[in-house]
């Protein structure tokens, strides 16, 4: 068990850029989840995937947003235009089973100049 | 829809005390999933515990434990003998069938050598 790995660790960019973050779920895993999280809150669930299916979307996920997971391995989460006010911490999540518990990877950290 | 709620958004104690922290929520399903999440400065989200509603007994682990009260939708976590490594963000959070993860904007916790 490798964990979930998110890359960039960190990503610094100019509003109105384009912006690609990865997510490795733990192997087997069938389920990846993202979510957003803020300075000082909790995180906000974004979207879900079952395997390459994405199953659900948040009102939060506007048309900027776009995330897929090709073959039901990986998942990519893409912001395009980005603004002021994506700057957050941007969490993956993984579990095998709906009821099995989620494990979260470090996050990547957005910062928009 | 759901919703989870902690009052508190920053607590102090002395190691080795125990300190009891605070979690209101609603939901309109009868089956559904409650947790404790940790997230220490700069690191990821752990899971601390996890109660299922159908299940009356309360869940402990370890040094933690929870106090389930379904008819007041309340569930507050319980840390005895805290230790300094306590020291985190503290999340109630819930989830129906569906598996998503509703947060609360969490507590502040510091242990206090």
């Known amino acids: 068990d490798t964990g979930v790995s998110q890359n960039p660790r960190h990503k610094i960019t100019k509003r109105g850029q384009n912006v690609t973050f990865r997510c490795d779920p733990i192997?087997?895993?069938?389920?990846l989840y993202w979510y957003r999280q803020t300075l000082g809150q909790g995180p906000e669930f974004l979207t879900y995937?079952?395997?390459?299916?994405?199953?659900?979307k948040s009102r939060l996920l506007s048309d900027r947003f776009s995330a897929e997971r090709p073959k039901g391995s990986f998942s990519t989460l893409e912001i395009q235009r980005t603004e002021q006010g994506d700057s957050a911490m941007y969490l993956c999540?993984?579990?095998?089973?709906?009821?099995?518990?989620?494990?979260f990877g470090d996050g990547t950290r957005l910062s928009i100049l | 829809a759901q919703t989870v709620t902690q009052s508190q958004p920053e607590m102090s104690v002395q190691e080795a005390e125990t300190v009891t922290l605070s979690c209101t929520y609603d939901?309109?399903?009868?089956?559904?999933?409650l947790f404790w999440y940790k997230q220490p400065p700069s690191r990821q989200m752990i899971l601390v515990i996890r109660?299922?509603?159908?299940?009356?007994q309360n869940a402990t682990e370890n040094r933690f434990s929870v106090n389930f009260q379904k008819a007041a939708k309340s569930f507050s976590l319980k840390i005895s003998d805290s230790q300094l490594g306590d020291t985190a963000m503290y999340f109630c959070?819930?989830?129906?069938?569906?598996?998503?993860?509703?947060f609360g904007k969490g507590t502040r916790l510091h242990i206090l050598p």
């Open positions: 959070a819930s989830s129906n069938r569906d598996d998503k993860i509703i």
């Open positions: 192997s087997e895993h069938n389920r």
């Open positions: 995937f079952q395997n390459e299916a994405q199953l659900e």
């Open positions: 999540a993984s579990n095998r089973f709906y009821d099995q518990p989620q494990h």
């Open positions: 939901t309109s399903e009868n089956n559904y999933y």
């Open positions: 109660q299922e509603a159908y299940k009356q």
